[in-house]
């Protein structure tokens, strides 16, 4: 259980066109959502998280108008990457946060998402 | 300032040898501490998380410690196959407003050869 997929997990796109990334919990329901951005040989960083029926909130440093999320169900976000340019391009990953009880939850990563801006 | 410092950046090892792999934080309020395995171009997976008063998790070949005294983390990652070779993040949760929040390590990259 707990899995986490995101469409699509690859993607070439040109510069100055935007491009849609999925998210989507499969066998639970996730009012809680993150995205992550991740460098080559570097840790994730966290970009923003999504909540469900309510805007996002965003890590500072990160452009919430070039970064659009969407959270409209409890199984789906979206991740929009308008206007694209070649420094766009990394590895996108998404979670999904599982709270089982108070205090105690856990997030579940998808497999991510390469982005190549050309 | 909360942060999650792993060490060695990288390293190599042989087939069948036993590695270890080091994490120190300095987060607070301390909430559990999971080391995950990030194969290259994929998310990440978690191999054993640990809440404060467990010093040892183990998950087939891999063996966590904690000792939350010195905040030190360590993965023992025993009779190493190729399969592997991997980034191994080492991240600590902090509780904050009712939610965890995450805090990652930069991650050892692991590579294992014939």
């Known amino acids: 259980g707990a899995v986490v997929s995101q469409h699509p997990s690859w993607v070439i796109c040109k510069s100055g066109t935007s491009v849609k990334i999925e998210c989507r919990s499969l066998?639970?329901?996730?009012?809680?959502m993150f995205w992550y951005r991740q460098f080559p040989k570097q840790s994730l960083m966290l970009m923003a998280t999504?909540?469900?029926?309510?805007?996002?909130?965003?890590e500072q440093g990160v452009e919430k108008d070039k970064f659009l999320i969407n959270h409209a169900s409890l199984t789906l976000s979206t991740l929009t990457v308008t206007s694209a340019h070649p420094e766009d391009s990394s590895f996108y990953i998404c979670?999904?946060?599982?709270?089982?009880?108070?205090?105690?939850?856990?997030?579940?990563f998808g497999p991510g998402t390469r982005l190549t801006v050309l | 300032k909360n942060q999650v410092e792993q060490s060695p950046q990288s390293l190599i090892i042989l087939e069948g040898k036993n590695c270890t792999l080091q994490?120190?934080?300095?987060?607070?309020?301390?909430?559990?501490l999971r080391w995950y395995k990030q194969d290259t171009g994929r998310g990440p997976v978690s191999l054993t998380i640990?809440?404060?008063?467990?010093n040892t998790k183990s998950n087939g070949r891999y063996t966590a410690t904690l000792d939350a005294d010195t905040k030190q983390s360590s993965l023992h990652i025993t009779a190493s196959q190729l399969s592997d070779s991997a980034s191994y993040i080492c991240v600590v949760t902090l509780f904050s407003g009712g939610y965890n929040k995450l805090i990652f390590g930069a991650g050892t990259r692991l590579a294992v050869h014939p």
């Open positions: 066998d639970f329901q996730a009012t809680t």
């Open positions: 979670s999904a946060r599982v709270t089982r009880r108070a205090g105690v939850d856990t997030q579940y």
């Open positions: 994490c120190n934080y300095t987060v607070s309020p301390f909430s559990n």
């Open positions: 640990m809440t404060f008063s467990e």
């Open positions: 999504s909540n469900e029926g309510s805007k996002a909130t965003y």
